[in-house]
């Protein structure tokens, strides 16, 4: 077991684990040698509830023996499979091999049915419905955890289906999001833009790009500390997809709205990721995936695809 932090914990969990297995057969050694004077009636002594007296016969051979099997197996399991410490035990076996198996077998049966959607485009299986009806599943398995199973997400999970993409909503972007995942910083940028009041002047300029209600005065103050984040957000506010900054111009706050989320943002700074399902998908499953991700903000009036 790799997560043991030094060996002392390893030999620790093996001789707990011998040593219980060497007192079950030092309780049956003792149990069977042990003799009780019987009474003229062949009884020990013992009585329960008035009547119910205990009888002094030997332990049934059946018992016994099944109690004996019982640690021999014990032995040759762990003699044969993990569990005394860092062990491996002899036959080798781990769980991520016995994952890794399966996987490959299920990869092995389902890859006829993914080989239909080789050739296919993403927008021509966004629109088979065999195609999508994976595509949900595997979604649901996935990426419904952060970004919901209606795929709308929540504060801090992007929605998938508004056409609002801070890397690219193309079907090749959303393939590399999916393929090799993401990392999006914002870095710190108090220090950057000056005193208190001008960190809250500049989250009044950025709610006012948006059309969002703030304070007009506080905002055209603050409309000058903007170049700080011009550089990621472009001097108009409607991000970068090469740098995953987002559109400050749409009225979709990822983080939060208001002056306290964005003096927020302004003064700590963010980390967001996206994993990586490369290792965890396979080619044909991320194309699929791919393609209904993209039919979720495409082909419905009104969704803007950038």
């Not at 040593?19 to 009636?41: F, H, M, N, Q, Y």
């Not at 009806?133 to 970004?147: D, P, S, T, V």
Request: net charge negative; charged share 15%.
């Amino acid at each position: 077991m790799s997560d043991f932090t030094n060996h002392f914990w390893s030999l620790y969990v093996a001789g707990v684990t011998l040593a219980g297995i060497l007192a079950c057969a030092l309780l049956l050694w003792i149990t069977s040698r042990k003799k009780v004077e019987a009474t003229a009636d062949n009884t020990t002594g013992h009585v329960w509830d008035e009547d119910l007296r205990e009888m002094n016969n030997p332990l049934p051979r059946w018992w016994m023996w099944l109690f004996i099997i019982t640690m021999v197996f014990g032995v040759a399991y762990l003699v044969a499979y993990p569990g005394l410490g860092a062990f491996a035990g002899r036959l080798g076996w781990t769980q991520r091999g016995e994952y890794e198996a399966e996987m490959a077998k299920a990869d092995a049966e389902l890859q006829p049915l993914y080989a239909r959607f080789a050739q296919m485009k993403p927008e021509e299986m966004a629109r088979d419905p065999q195609a999508m009806a994976i595509g949900e599943r595997l979604f649901l398995n996935n990426c419904a955890q952060c970004h919901g199973s209606d795929a709308r997400g929540s504060k801090g999970f992007p929605n998938l289906t508004d056409g609002d993409w801070l890397h690219g909503g193309a079907p090749e972007q959303i393939h590399q999001t999916i393929h090799d995942g993401r990392i999006g910083v914002m870095p710190p940028m108090a220090a950057a833009v000056g005193s208190p009041e001008d960190v809250r002047n500049l989250a009044q300029y950025v709610l006012s790009l948006s059309g969002s209600p703030h304070d007009s005065l506080r905002a055209s103050l603050g409309k000058s500390k903007f170049t700080a984040c011009a550089a990621c957000h472009g001097m108009d506010g409607k991000g970068n997809t090469a740098l995953g900054a987002p559109n400050l111009t749409d009225d979709i706050w990822l983080h939060g709205w208001g002056e306290a989320a964005i003096t927020a943002m302004i003064n700590n700074g963010k980390t967001n990721q996206m994993p990586a399902q490369a290792g965890k998908l396979t080619d044909s499953q991320i194309n699929v995936l791919t393609a209904y991700v993209w039919g979720l903000s495409n082909g419905k009036p009104g969704a803007a695809v950038r």
